[in-house]
T-cell receptor
Framework: KNEVEQSPQNLTAQEGEFITINCSYS?????LHWLQQHPGGGIVSLFM???GKKKHGRLIATINIQEKHSSLHITASHPRDSAVYIC???????????FGTGTSLTVIP | SQTIHQWPATLVQPVGSPLSLECTVE??????LYWYRQAAGRGLQLLFY??????ISSEVPQNLSASRPQDRQFILSSKKLLLSDSGFYLC?????????FGSGTRLTVV
């Protein structure tokens, strides 16, 4: 069993739809990151969360520490949002990260 | 803020050939540096991490090695590549609470 589970694995949406990607983890963490990986492979860090909620443009990330769960929301989705979204948790002890396998999002015009 | 330069972006190498992937960091000093690999259909897996020059810790036994000859340089190497070494390799840097990722290298071993 992976320490970090993401759902769904694949997601196809129509442009304009509201999108939610979920992440559950089973270890004690100090922070959770949401990452975006474009088809070329480059990874961009979207959010780092240790509690509550963060918003950046059309992206919203929430975390519930007690339930060990985080969600990434995209409002008014656009084809340029098409990418793989990866959840990564930083362990409470040490500096290691555990990564989810990613959610592949395709937004259709 | 720290930035990571990782190259090359893509690489095709024959089985048995050597490998050298380089990662350099700017904008910080004495960072923790990491090499991750993402095999097809799997999440990123930590290969090596380094807390200082010449200090390398390996998380999984494998055909690869890492070196840190300078504070802001982290190198991933292999003497003889295997087909199973194919994948996406990612360098990351951590300093304080900040964590920065390189752009990655897609390696195909043929």
């Amino acid at each position: 069993k992976n320490e970090v589970e993401q759902s769904p694995q694949n997601l196809t949406a129509q442009e304009g739809e509201f999108i939610t990607i979920n992440c559950s983890y089973s270890v004690g963490i100090s922070a959770l990151h949401w990452l975006q990986q474009h088809p070329g492979g480059g990874i961009v860090s979207l959010f780092m969360l240790s509690s509550g909620k963060k918003k950046h443009g059309r992206l919203i990330a929430t975390i519930n520490i007690q339930e060990k769960h985080s969600s990434l929301h995209i409002t008014a989705s656009h084809p340029r949002d098409s990418a793989v979204y990866i959840c990564a948790v930083r362990l409470r002890t040490g500096n290691q990260f555990y990564f989810g396998t990613g959610t592949s999002l395709t937004v259709i015009p | 803020s720290q930035t990571i330069h990782q190259w090359p972006a893509t690489l095709v190498q024959p089985v048995g050939s050597p490998l050298s992937l380089e990662c350099t960091v700017e904008g910080t000093s004495n960072p923790n540096l990491y090499w991750y690999r993402q095999a097809a259909g799997r999440g990123l897996q930590l290969l090596f991490y380094s807390v200082g020059i010449g200090q390398i810790s390996s998380e999984v036994p494998q055909n690869l090695s890492a070196s840190r000859p300078q504070d802001r340089q982290f190198i991933l190497s292999s003497k003889k590549l295997l087909l199973s070494d194919s994948g996406f390799y990612l360098c990351a840097c951590q300093q304080g609470g900040g964590y920065t990722f390189g752009s990655g290298t897609r390696l195909t071993v043929v």
